[in-house]
């Protein structure tokens, strides 16, 4: 083990290299002002125009897509597991799709839908559900795209959680202790899935957080849409935003890290 310390500490170094450098760089170029050294770039972006609402709404749709994946594939998961294990390669195949679909393949069938519908079906109530899903202020038609595009990371922090316990035992210990199915999931599953949804919800916010063409091409206006538009005009702001966002990801990262170090510590002591 001691022969491997140097090419682990190889692989260390070049990855901050990898990493750092780009970062370091994105810093100094906020800062370097005609004069000197300047934060101004970084005390601007509360009261810049649009940073709050692009930033809230990515927030609401960030929550909105969690709750809504996670409903969706827990319960399925589970029911995959307990009574059809032979389809797990046909959901594993079916969660994986959005990873060979190009976003713009995939934005443009969603916009050829929207448009198809408003022309032909225009007085049923198809038409004023097109038009709710679009709704500037909560653009619910987003929420659905991020469902698909985090189909596959969800399903893979699921399928390792659920694959790290016995779910069967569980599920019929609590049976037997008078839980009805939905109490069992509730109680008895998702506690030891902790770290399972803790990943997935991470990596859905992190996927609604820096998306960006599907809501351009929609014509929304979420918080990577809002960097974009910033940076046409303000390039300084767009990067400190830029750099603030992958430090906020990155201490994210750090406290989901430990919490599921704190959540598997307290199953080995149960």
């Given at each position: 083990m001691a022969r491997l310390n140097p090419w682990r500490w190889a692989v260390l170094a070049?990855?901050?290299?990898?990493?750092?450098?780009?970062?370091?760089?994105?810093?100094?170029?906020?800062?370097?002002?005609?004069?000197?050294?300047?934060f101004d770039a970084y005390r601007q972006i509360v009261s810049a125009d649009g940073f709050t609402s692009s930033l809230v709404l990515s927030?609401?749709?960030?929550?909105?897509?969690?709750?809504?994946?996670?409903?969706?594939m827990v319960p399925a998961m589970v029911a995959l597991r307990l009574g059809a294990p032979?389809?797990?390669?046909?959901?594993?195949?079916?969660?994986?799709?959005?990873?060979?679909?190009?976003?713009?393949?995939?934005?443009?069938?969603?916009?050829?839908?929207?448009?198809w519908g408003p022309e032909h079906l225009s007085r049923t109530p198809l038409f004023e559900t097109f038009v709710a899903i679009?709704?500037?202020?909560?653009?619910?038609?987003?929420?659905l795209a991020y469902v698909v595009m985090a189909l596959p990371f969800v399903y893979r922090a699921l399928d390792a959680g659920l694959r790290a316990m016995d779910v069967r035992t569980l599920v019929e210990a609590a049976r037997s202790?008078?839980?009805?199915?939905?109490?069992?999931?509730?109680?008895?599953?998702?506690?030891?899935?902790?770290?399972?949804?803790?990943?997935?919800?991470?990596?859905?916010?992190?996927?609604?957080?820096?998306?960006f063409t599907v809501a351009q091409l929609l014509g929304f206006r979420p918080f990577a849409v809002w960097i974009y538009t910033v940076g046409s005009s303000q390039a300084q702001l767009s990067v400190a935003v830029s750099v603030l966002s992958l430090l906020v990801t990155w201490a994210l990262l750090l406290a989901l890290a430990g919490l599921g170090g704190r959540s598997r510590t307290a199953a080995s002591r149960g």
């Open positions: 070049c990855a901050a290299v990898y990493f750092l450098v780009p970062l370091a760089a994105s810093v100094i170029f906020t800062v370097d002002v005609p004069g000197g050294v300047s927030l609401e749709l960030a929550a909105a897509t969690i709750a809504v994946v996670l409903l969706l032979r389809l797990r390669p046909v959901v594993e195949v079916v969660c994986s799709l959005p990873l060979v679909v190009p976003p713009i393949a995939f934005v443009a069938g969603i916009s050829t839908i929207l448009k679009q709704n500037p202020d909560f653009p619910f038609v987003l929420v202790c008078g839980a009805n199915w939905p109490q069992a999931l509730v109680q008895a599953v998702l506690p030891n899935l902790r770290g399972a949804l803790l990943n997935a919800s991470f990596l859905t916010l992190a996927l609604v957080l820096g998306e």
